[in-house]
């Protein structure tokens, strides 16, 4: 099994930076991407941006272009978001995600291992 846990969320204002962390931990991960999702009240959950292990190209949601960025440290079986620009619509839960068998980043049930999510609030 493959144990994620994200952290890093909090409150920030409009125009802020803020920094999430995907801990990845247990059996040695040898699958196809990593992905950032988010799920504000009241809405489905979506893609935010995601990353293929093996050559570490990225895709991001439109929304997020040029805003956020996705990095990784192999050595720490860790994977980052850099979210900045923030704004009020940005609020929502985010959750770290696994995918074992190729998938294309934005689809959300081709992911096999979830985090318990980290709570981003956005004020105005």
């Known amino acids: 099994q493959v144990q994620l846990v994200e952290s890093g969320g909090g409150l920030v204002q409009a125009g802020g930076s803020l920094r999430l962390s995907c801990a990845r931990s247990?059996?040695?991960?040898?699958?196809?991407?990593m992905g950032w999702f988010r799920q504000a009240p009241g809405k489905e959950r979506e893609f935010v941006g995601g990353?293929?292990?093996?050559?570490?190209?990225?895709d991001y949601a439109d929304s997020v272009k040029g805003r956020f960025t996705i990095s990784r440290d192999s050595a720490k079986n860790a994977m980052y978001l850099q979210m900045n620009s923030l704004k009020p619509e940005d609020t929502a839960v985010y959750y770290c995600?696994?995918?074992?068998?190729?998938?294309?980043?934005?689809?959300?049930?081709?992911?096999?291992?979830w985090g318990q999510g980290t709570q981003v609030t956005v004020s105005s």
């Open positions: 247990g059996r040695t991960f040898s699958g196809y991407a």
């Open positions: 995600a696994a995918a074992r068998a190729p998938v294309r980043l934005s689809q959300l049930e081709g992911y096999d291992y």
């Open positions: 990353m293929k292990w093996n050559g570490g190209s990225t």
